[in-house]
């Protein structure tokens, strides 16, 4: 079976790989000021945020540790392992977009 092929652009929020992929999910995000992506974990998913524009705060927390903070900036990456706690926060006055990449693990 041949499957279509998706192109996509990062310049606008919203799904970047079609629903019907197996492992695979991405996204593009737009936070406003003062955004936040309340606390999640991805459960048996990994998760690379890739920054595009703007200034985030991502904060990493694990279980019996302080909330860990990384800054997520144009052209920087984060890697989360699966059953990380995280959330995104843009602290800036300007909006900010990032892509998530997730894959499953199982």
């Not at 310049?11 to 991405?26: D, E, I, N």
């Not at 006055?93 to 499953?104: E, G, K, N, Q």
Request: aromatic share 4%; with cysteine; proline share 5%.
């Amino acid at each position: 079976m041949i499957r279509r092929i998706r192109i996509g652009s990062i310049r606008k929020p919203g799904r970047l790989v079609p629903s019907t992929a197996r492992a695979l999910r991405a996204r593009a995000v737009q936070l406003p000021p003062a955004g936040i992506m309340a606390w999640h974990s991805t459960l048996t998913r990994e998760e690379l945020l890739i920054g595009c524009q703007g200034r985030l705060d991502v904060e990493i927390r694990r279980a019996g540790q302080r909330v860990r903070q990384v800054r997520l900036s144009a052209g920087r990456t984060t890697f989360l392992p699966s059953h990380t706690w995280h959330r995104v926060v843009n602290r800036s006055a300007m909006s900010a977009r990032y892509i998530y990449v997730t894959a499953s693990i199982s």
